[in-house]
Nanobody, 123 residues
Framework: QVQLVESGGGSVQAGSSLRLSCTMPGVPSSGNLMGWFRQAPGKQREGVAAIWSGRSTYYADSVKGRFTISLDNAKNTVYLQMNNLEPEDTAMYFC?????????????????WGQGTQVTVSS
C-alpha cells in the first residue's frame, strides 16, 4: 500500500514563501507521475504541478514562475517550493501519485493521495 504524507503548510502573508513536502516511502521516480493539487472551499480540485520520472515537469499557468516542483530520490520526497504567494493560492494542497504518464492535471488520473496540508495566504 502506497502512503503519501504531506507537510509544510501554514499561514503566511502575501509575497511570502513556503515549501511543501510529500514523502512517498519506497516509491521510485522512474515511471511514476507525482503531482501536487489544491482545492479551495467551494472549488474543484485543480492541478498545480507534476513531475514525471523525476525529470519532466509541468505547471498550471497560474503558478508558472512562482512555484517549483522537485524530487529528492534519496529521500523519496517530492517538494513544491512556492514563492511570491498570493491570497488566491489559499487552499488545501494534496500530493498524488500514479504509475505511468497521462494528463497530469486531471485528478481522476491519480491512484494515490495524501491527506493534504493547508496553505493560507493573507493580504
Amino acid at each position: 500500500q502506497v502512503q503519501l504524507v504531506e507537510s509544510g503548510g501554514g499561514s503566511v502573508q502575501a509575497g511570502s514563501s513556503l515549501r511543501l513536502s510529500c514523502t512517498m516511502p519506497g516509491v521510485p521516480s522512474s515511471g511514476n507521475l507525482m503531482g501536487w493539487f489544491r482545492q479551495a472551499p467551494g472549488k474543484q480540485r485543480e492541478g498545480v504541478a507534476a513531475i514525471w520520472s523525476g525529470r519532466s515537469t509541468y505547471y498550471a499557468d497560474s503558478v508558472k514562475g512562482r512555484f517549483t516542483i522537485s524530487l529528492d530520490n534519496a529521500k523519496n520526497t517530492v517538494y513544491l517550493q512556492m514563492n511570491n504567494l498570493e491570497p488566491e493560492d489559499t487552499a488545501m494542497y494534496f500530493c498524488a501519485l500514479r504509475r505511468g504518464l497521462t494528463t497530469w492535471s486531471r485528478p481522476a488520473s491519480y491512484a494515490y493521495w495524501g491527506q493534504g496540508t493547508q496553505v493560507t495566504v493573507s493580504s
